[in-house]
Each structure stands twice: as structure tokens, then as C-alpha cells.
């Protein structure tokens, strides 16, 4: 499942502009690395591809919806946004946020997903066992604390093998420290105070037009994300610059290091966990396959990346990002990264226009594709409360 989730982010393009800082190639300077990165993308795309068919492609269009649920979610993002955390000198109270280190072991040894260092949570929430967290009530920053509970014996770890299930643990618990959670409340004064709107009723129907923006942006994202698959399986790739691929190759290495350190991970660690060598080279040779497909229709339809439309584009999209510097954009991705975007953005908009496009229910596309599998719930610690 994974492994899974990658190849998803992949389809999406979402790894192509995931890797922030551009590393150096082989000790070259960044300035010869730049250079050799747009050079990588200057090439004659007929000399390697024939196009297939790439319009009037049969799509399915997810019809975008808006709900009540969806209006509250972005109301509690604000009030979340807004929220005040306080450190207090006393006791904890149920509601507080805490950090704390603990250890846990089992018959002495520690065991997996059973310690954490500086880890934050509010107390109440059932993130931990009601008697893990029992045990730090009255507790202030500072104190150090040893407890043993008895997991459920119907606990749900995760894990066939070595299960905490109905086994003691003892835990050594350091309280880092206390804060005490002031929740703003949603109302008009709030509202003014921290948007451009003056009620809740104009905030709400702001949120709903830009949700809805939003959502219909995603659909035909997906619907011409669609197209350039198709447009790729109809096309006939006789091979690819090398310059290509090793841009592709670099940029794809750069973002799982990213995404390595966003899971706390070594890179190393990260891609054993995830993928093999050949399903890197997959996944590269996919994204070359697509660079030459968008950069033949592009040429072929008037609407490659140019010099003229080059900065315009790239402004966009670095707003798109919440950039407010077009040259810090550029220094954290690079513009040969860049360009890749701006040229699949362009393809992907082009042929949804161009597309015999069949209007869906969001149910009936996404279906119950899940693609953020529970499994991934094991880089969390095992005592938490279980809640399935």
C-alpha cells in the first residue's frame, strides 16, 4: 500500500516539484548544474516520438460538490489557525497540550512504536490510552514519572507478530512541557479580526465559491491528467535524450529525499521501505515519456514554454505554491523544474479541453479508493488509542 501511495503521488505529479533546494550533481556549481538541466529539456521532441491520437479522448469528468461538511472543515481550520497555546507553570488539566518523552518497554526491552522524544498532543483527545494519560493528570513541565499499564487484550497494533495485546508496559514519561489551549470563538468579532469579511455569513459564502474554484480546478486536473495517459499509450516513444533522463532521474532522487525527511526518514531507509531500483527507473522513465509527449503536442499546438511567456507562467505558479518571490521560487526548485510544470499544466489543460469529457459523480470516479491506507498508520506510536 506504500509503495501504492508513491506511484499515486507520481501520477498526480505530485513529485514534481516536491524535492525543496536543488542539490548540486556530481560537485558541479549550481550555476553549471542549471545549465545542464535546461539543456536537458532542449531537444526536438519529434526525433523521438510519433503522436498518436491526444484529442477529442473519451475522459470522465468528477462533477464538483460543495457540502456543509466541507464549509466546516475550512471554519475549523481557521479557528485551529488561530488558536492560542499558552505554557502554564502548573498541573495538567484534561484539554492541555503537552510535550513529553517517553519509553516504554515490555518485560524490560523496549519495544516498537512504544518511545518518542518531544512529542505534542492534547490531552483528552484519545490519541494515547485513557490510562496512559491518567497517569500525567496532576503531572507539571519538568517532572519525570514511571506508571505500567495493561493493554486491552482486544488492542489492534497493527501487528501479527509480537502484538502488545493484553501485555504490561511499563513507561518512563518526562513532561516537557504544559500549555493551556484558548479556542477562539466563531463569530462575527472573530471573523473580522483575522479575514477580509465582516460576518460569518459573507466568510461562509466566500469559502464556499473558493472551495468550489478549487474543487472544479481538481476535476479537470484529473480528467486531462486522464487524457495525457491515454495520449502517452497512443503515442509511439522510439527512445530519449540521456541529458532527459538524467534530469528526471535527479529531480525524482531529490524529491524522495525530501519526502524522506518529511517521514523522518534517511533516504536510504526511506526507498527500502518504499520502492526498489527498478521501480525508480520506472517512475523516471515515465516522466521522460511524458515530457516528450506534452513537448510534441506543445509544439505541434502553439503553446511550448517560451522566453516571452516563460516569467508570466512561472509567477503563477509560484503563487500557486504561496510564493510571493518569483526568484525564491526558482532558487528552491530550480527553473528547468519549472518549466517541467508550467509544460504539463499547459498539456493537461489542452486536452481536457480538447476531450469528449462524460460528467461523473465524485462517488462514481473516486470510487472507495483509499490512498491513504491505514497501514501508514504504523510510523505512529503503539500506544495510542486504538479507534477502529
Same mark, same amino acid.
Given at each position: 500500500m506504500k509503495k501504492r501511495f508513491l506511484w499515486i503521488m507520481v501520477a498526480a505529479g505530485l513529485l514534481l516539484l516536491a524535492g525543496c533546494g536543488k542539490k548540486n550533481t556530481d560537485g558541479m556549481s549550481v550555476s553549471d548544474t542549471e545549465a545542464a538541466e535546461m539543456e536537458a529539456l532542449d531537444f526536438d521532441a519529434s526525433d523521438y516520438v510519433k503522436l498518436g491520437d491526444y484529442k477529442k479522448l473519451p475522459v470522465k469528468y468528477p462533477v464538483p460538490t460543495v457540502t456543509d461538511e466541507d464549509v466546516q472543515s475550512s471554519i475549523s481550520d481557521l479557528i485551529d489557525e488561530n488558536t492560542e497555546y499558552n505554557q502554564v507553570e502548573r498541573a495538567i488539566l484534561n484539554g492541555d497540550y503537552v510535550s513529553i518523552d517517553f519509553t516504554g518497554t515490555i518485560d524490560g526491552k523496549?519495544? #516498537?512504536? /512504544?518511545?518518542?522524544?518531544? &512529542? #505534542? $498532543?492534547?490531552? /483528552? #483527545?484519545?490519541?494515547?490510552? *485513557? *490510562? $496512559? #494519560? %491518567?497517569?500525567?493528570?496532576?503531572? %507539571?513541565? /519538568?517532572?519525570?514519572?514511571?506508571?505500567?499499564?495493561? $493493554?486491552? *487484550?482486544? &488492542? *489492534?497494533?497493527?501487528s501479527s507478530e509480537d502484538s502488545v495485546a493484553g501485555k504490561e508496559a511499563e513507561f518512563t514519561v518526562k513532561i516537557n512541557s504544559v500549555s493551556e489551549v484558548v479556542v477562539p470563538e466563531y463569530n462575527d468579532a472573530f471573523v473580522a479580526s483575522v479575514t477580509d469579511y465582516d460576518t460569518t455569513a459573507a466568510y461562509e459564502d466566500f469559502l464556499r465559491e473558493d472551495l468550489m474554484q478549487t474543487a472544479t480546478t481538481e476535476a479537470q486536473t484529473a480528467a486531462g491528467e486522464d487524457a495525457l495517459s491515454q495520449a502517452i499509450d497512443n503515442a509511439k516513444i522510439s527512445g530519449y535524450p540521456q541529458e532527459l533522463y538524467d534530469f528526471c532521474y535527479n529531480d525524482t532522487v531529490d524529491s524522495y529525499r525530501s519526502y524522506a525527511e518529511m517521514f523522518g526518514m534517511d533516504y536510504e531507509e526511506f526507498m527500502s521501505e518504499f520502492m526498489s531500483d527498478e521501480d525508480l527507473d520506472e517512475i523516471t522513465k515515465n516522466w521522460v515519456n511524458e515530457i516528450i509527449v506534452s513537448k510534441a503536442i506543445a509544439d505541434k499546438e502553439g503553446f511550448a514554454v517560451t522566453d516571452q511567456n516563460y516569467e508570466e507562467d512561472a509567477t503563477a505558479l509560484a503563487e500557486e505554491y504561496g510564493y510571493d518571490s518569483l526568484d525564491t521560487f526558482l532558487e528552491d526548485y530550480g527553473k528547468a523544474s519549472v518549466i517541467a510544470s508550467i509544460l504539463r499544466e499547459k498539456t493537461i489543460s489542452f486536452l481536457y479541453e480538447n476531450a469528449e469529457v462524460t460528467e461523473v459523480s465524485s462517488d462514481e470516479y473516486y470510487g472507495a479508493e483509499d490512498l491513504l491506507d491505514t497501514e501508514s498508520a504504523d510510523t505512529e506510536a503503539i500506544i495510542m488509542e486504538d479507534t477502529e
Open positions: 523496549e519495544f #516498537e512504536g /512504544g518511545s518518542a522524544e518531544d &512529542y #505534542e $498532543f492534547t490531552m /483528552g #483527545e484519545g490519541e494515547f490510552l *485513557d *490510562d $496512559f #494519560e %491518567s497517569n500525567l493528570i496532576g503531572k %507539571s513541565a /519538568g517532572d519525570t514519572t514511571t506508571f505500567k499499564i495493561t $493493554f486491552p *487484550d482486544d &488492542y *489492534d497494533d497493527g
